[in-house]
């Protein structure tokens, strides 16, 4: 069964930091990219960042939209079939739900192009 549990979400301060996870099971890791997308209230859902891990290359990539570079980075633990999104110098607009999809092969920051989803998890930023 192809499960990602998001988890780490909470409530914060502007400045502050917050470090979401995604734990994948039953499919294969490295054959994927994770991606994370949030959903603020009355809003539609948007992309947020993604990484590949590309297994022929040995390299991994990740990619921002402009809204949070600078601010977020992704980070995976291949062994643990894990990705993390440290996010920092949070802001109001970054309040949402997040959640975190694979897509096979490369990286789509797109709602339509992520095969499996997780539950979400919410991030609340105050002023």
């Known amino acids: 069964e192809v499960q990602l549990q998001a988890s780490g979400g909470g409530s914060v301060q502007v400045g502050g930091s917050l470090r979401l996870s995604c734990a994948a099971s039953g499919f294969r890791f490295d054959d994927y990219s994770i991606g994370w997308f949030r959903q603020a209230p009355d809003k539609e859902r948007e992309g947020v960042s993604c990484i590949n891990l590309n297994n022929r290359r040995s390299d991994v990539s990740s990619y921002y939209r402009e809204p949070v570079k600078g601010r977020f980075a992704m980070s995976t633990d291949v062994a643990d079939n894990t990705v993390t999104l440290q996010m920092n110098h949070l802001k109001p607009e970054d309040t949402a739900v997040y959640y975190c999809?694979?897509?096979?092969?490369?990286?789509?920051?797109?709602?339509?192009?992520?095969?499996?989803w997780g539950q979400g998890t919410l991030v609340t930023v105050s002023s």
């Open positions: 999809a694979a897509s096979p092969g490369s990286c789509y920051i797109s709602a339509d192009y992520q095969k499996y």
